[in-house]
C-alpha cells in the first residue's frame, strides 16, 4: 500500500498534504481544536474525527487518515506527554513490522529534530515534508498489533527513522498513559533530540475491512 509512503513524500500525493500546520500552544493540554488539520489519502475512505476541546472522538470504518499540527517553538524542549484513550470497537491484531495488514486503533505520532534542524522548518511546512526531512525522528506510540507491550518496532516505511512504541495490544478498555519522549528517543536512536516539532494521532482499519470506535483525550505535553 501507499499510505505510509504518502507521509513520507515518496509517492502518491495526499489529498491534504498541503495545509499548513498551525502550532500549537506552549507546554500544558494540547486542546483538539480547529487547529488540528486532516490529511487524507486517495481511494481511501478517511477516518472520523470529532474535535471537542480536551476530547477527541475517532470513528474509523475501513478507513485509515491522519490529523496533525505543528509545536510552537517554546514548548519543542518538552520531555515527557501524557494523555488517556479509549476503544470500544477493535481491529484485530497485525503485525506492525509489515507493510500491508498493519491496522491499529490508535497512534500517537511525536516528530522530533535536532535544534539547527528545526530552526530551519517554517512554520507552514506540511505533515509530508516534515516527515520527510532527513533529520527527523518519529516515535509512534500505538494501541494496536499483536506485539508485546513496550516492544519498539521499526516501521517499514520510514526508512529506519520512525518506530512504533506499543503501548497496548489490539483490543477494547480505557487507560492513561504518561510517556518519557527523550528516554524512548533514546531506545530507539541511540541519542536524545533537541526539538519536539510536530503531533499527529491517527486510527487506521482499512486493510482488515474492520471498525474503530474511540476516544483520546488530554493530550498535554510537560
Known sequence: MHRRDVLLGLSAAAASAALPLRPARALGLQPF???????TFRSIPPTQYALGGARLGIVAEQSS?????SVAPEAQGTATARWGWSVS???PGTDLSRRGGDDRNLSVYFVMMDADSAARVAPDTS??????????????Y???????PGSIIESPYTRGRGVSVIRRAAGTGSHAE?????????RAFGTGYEALVGLAVSSDSDDTGSVVRAELRDLTLA
Do not use: K
Not at 481544536?33 to 490529511?39: F, K, N, S, T, V
Not at 487518515?65 to 499540527?69: E, N
Not at 505533515?127 to 516515535?139: D, G
Open 142 to 148: 500505538v494501541w494496536g498489533g499483536n506485539h508485546a
Open 33 to 39: 481544536d480547529r487547529g488540528w488539520q486532516a490529511l
Open 178 to 186: 504518561a510517556v518519557d519522549l527523550q528516554a524512548d528517543h533514546r
Open 89 to 91: 470497537e477493535s481491529v
Open 65 to 69: 487518515s491522519l490529523i496533525y499540527r
Open 127 to 140: 505533515l509530508t515534508r516534515l516527515m520527510a526531512n532527513r533529520s527527523a525522528r518519529i516515535l509512534i
